[in-house]
């Protein structure tokens, strides 16, 4: 029977004696004050970073108690216990839990302990999920099956360590489940067969998967590139919209290989985030291309790539190519002041319309030329009625346009950011 908010109040305490944990109190407070204002409880955020339990993390027992207490639940649906201390057997609970509670749509897990055993019970509750592959005709499948099935469509589980098996075993769910839309695997102590594993089922089996993160593999010792042919195999014949790879040790020959076989192809990528990789002035000519032909591309991430000058001179030429771009980070990569000249000059050559909207800068060397030039762009997109939201602000010390300027850092305001993860979901 389907859980009311009321049920699960009453149903918590019990959950605890049997795990024999402590009842969370934040968990009691929310449920407590839904009850008494006769609301339903839709969203459970037990995240171990925040200052109610930073000192009081859910641990694996306590997990299966949340879990317990949960099953069946009509109403909620998003749960958030990142950053905490969730073991195997709590991730078995909660894919339990899971299986009998469709009504829980997004679920993150990111930062806890789970291992290659708890994935792989979550995985099997990704896979009971009554469709086969990810097809319109699956998915309509999957949305008549047995309500009883799991239909997650939002799951954290970065800063866990998975390790290879526990994403080779989420990766052989996704050929069965048919409403993920939103993924994230990054920084879980997987390598190249883990990740392989994922870019082959999604390429071979799933067309439902929009967003998926897949940063910091380890164990990525190859000269070939492997890797990165399977992820541009995968954007060429998938759903993916939000890629996350950084981290991915992509080179030059790297970059060329997701340009040419990944990007040109993909009907649906709007964001790629390669911060943090290296890509380097022999490679920006395959970044060009991505600028270029990226029908859809909304947000490109470099940050921490050695372009270099050059790197940034070829992208630069590039903007007034560009399709849709609205967002990009070139942060720390190696870029004197005749590189940012050069962006400078690529933003003013492209028409106001189609400039991008945010770009981030900050950590490059800004001479006074290359802050004259952007103090010139930056005023002229804004009279052309296209501000640009930068990461920095240049000033002048007067008004006669002859005197010396300076740079300081700056936020770019949440509002007007692209968000890559959420861009898409």
Same mark, same amino acid.
């Given at each position: 029977?389907?859980?009311? &908010?009321?049920?699960? @109040?009453?149903?918590?305490?019990?959950?605890?004696?049997?795990?024999?944990?402590?009842?969370?109190?934040?968990?009691?407070?929310?449920?407590?004050?839904?009850?008494?204002?006769?609301?339903?409880?839709?969203?459970?955020?037990?995240?171990? *970073?925040?200052?109610?339990?930073?000192?009081?993390?859910?641990?694996?027992?306590?997990?299966?108690?949340?879990?317990?207490?949960?099953?069946? &639940?009509? &109403?909620?649906?998003?749960?958030?216990?990142?950053?905490?201390?969730?073991?195997?057997?709590?991730?078995?609970?909660?894919?339990?839990?899971?299986?009998?509670?469709?009504?829980?749509?997004r679920?993150?897990?990111?930062?806890?302990?789970?291992?290659?055993?708890?994935?792989?019970?979550?995985?099997?509750?990704?896979?009971?999920?009554?469709?086969?592959?990810?097809?319109?005709?699956?998915?309509?499948?999957?949305?008549?099956?047995?309500?009883?099935?799991?239909?997650?469509?939002?799951?954290?589980?970065?800063?866990?360590?998975?390790?290879?098996d526990?994403?080779?075993?989420?990766?052989?769910?996704?050929?069965?489940?048919?409403?993920?839309?939103?993924?994230?695997?990054?920084?879980?102590?997987?390598?190249?067969?883990?990740?392989t594993?994922?870019?082959?089922?999604?390429?071979?089996?799933?067309?439902?998967?929009?967003?998926?993160g897949?940063?910091?593999?380890?164990?990525?010792?190859?000269?070939?590139?492997?890797?990165?042919?399977?992820?541009?195999?995968?954007?060429?014949?998938?759903g993916?919209?939000?890629?996350?790879?950084?981290?991915?040790?992509?080179?030059?020959?790297?970059?060329?290989?997701?340009?040419?076989?990944?990007?040109?192809?993909?009907?649906?990528?709007?964001?790629?985030?390669?911060?943090? *990789?290296?890509?380097c002035?022999?490679?920006? *000519?395959?970044? @060009?291309?991505?600028?270029?032909?990226?029908?859809?591309?909304?947000?490109?991430?470099?940050?921490?790539? +050695?372009?270099?000058?050059?790197?940034?001179?070829?992208?630069?030429?590039?903007?007034?190519?560009?399709?849709?771009?609205?967002?990009?980070?070139?942060?720390?990569?190696?870029?004197?002041?005749?590189?940012?000249?050069?962006?400078?000059?690529?933003i003013?050559?492209?028409?106001?319309?189609?400039?991008p909207?945010?770009?981030?800068l900050?950590?490059?060397?800004?001479?006074?030329?290359?802050?004259?030039?952007?103090?010139g762009?930056?005023?002229?997109?804004?009279?052309?009625?296209? +501000?640009?939201?930068?990461d920095?602000?240049?000033?002048?010390?007067?008004?006669?346009?002859?005197?010396?300027?300076?740079?300081?850092?700056?936020?770019?305001?949440?509002?007007?950011?692209?968000?890559a993860?959420?861009?898409?979901?």
């Amino acid at each position: 029977m389907a859980r009311k &908010t009321k049920d699960l @109040a009453e149903a918590y305490p019990a959950a605890c004696a049997e795990a024999k944990c402590k009842a969370v109190a934040p968990f009691v407070g929310a449920l407590a004050r839904a009850v008494d204002a006769g609301a339903e409880l839709t969203f459970v955020r037990l995240n171990g *970073n925040s200052k109610e339990l930073f000192n009081g993390r859910v641990d694996g027992r306590g997990a299966v108690a949340i879990a317990s207490a949960l099953t069946g &639940t009509a &109403t909620v649906e998003e749960v958030d216990l990142s950053y905490n201390r969730i073991d195997d057997a709590g991730a078995e609970a909660i894919a339990a839990m899971l299986a009998r509670s469709p009504a829980v749509r997004r679920l993150d897990l990111r930062g806890n302990d789970i291992g290659p055993e708890g994935a792989a019970h979550i995985a099997r509750a990704l896979a009971a999920t009554g469709g086969s592959g990810g097809s319109d005709e699956n998915a309509d499948a999957a949305s008549s099956s047995s309500s009883s099935s799991c239909r997650l469509e939002s799951l954290r589980m970065d800063h866990n360590p998975l390790g290879d098996d526990g994403l080779i075993a989420i990766a052989q769910s996704l050929r069965r489940n048919a409403t993920l839309r939103e993924l994230d695997v990054g920084d879980c102590d997987a390598g190249i067969r883990g990740v392989t594993a994922l870019c082959v089922a999604v390429f071979e089996r799933n067309t439902t998967l929009k967003s998926l993160g897949m940063e910091n593999p380890s164990r990525l010792f190859t000269h070939q590139s492997e890797h990165v042919f399977h992820a541009a195999r995968m954007l060429a014949s998938s759903g993916i919209a939000n890629l996350k790879i950084g981290k991915w040790r992509v080179d030059a020959h790297g970059i060329e290989t997701l340009a040419a076989y990944g990007v040109a192809a993909s009907q649906h990528l709007e964001c790629l985030n390669l911060r943090c *990789n290296a890509v380097c002035e022999v490679g920006a *000519n395959s970044v @060009a291309r991505i600028v270029r032909e990226g029908e859809r591309l909304r947000y490109l991430n470099l940050e921490r790539n +050695p372009l270099g000058d050059r790197g940034a001179a070829a992208i630069a030429k590039a903007l007034p190519q560009s399709n849709a771009l609205e967002e990009i980070d070139l942060r720390c990569a190696g870029i004197g002041d005749v590189g940012l000249c050069a962006l400078a000059d690529g933003i003013v050559a492209t028409t106001p319309s189609r400039r991008p909207r945010v770009v981030r800068l900050w950590g490059n060397a800004f001479g006074e030329g290359a802050r004259v030039k952007w103090f010139g762009a930056l005023l002229e997109s804004e009279e052309a009625g296209c +501000p640009i939201a930068a990461d920095f602000v240049i000033t002048r010390d007067g008004t006669d346009g002859a005197s010396g300027t300076g740079i300081a850092r700056l936020d770019v305001p949440d509002d007007v950011a692209v968000n890559a993860w959420d861009a898409v979901y």
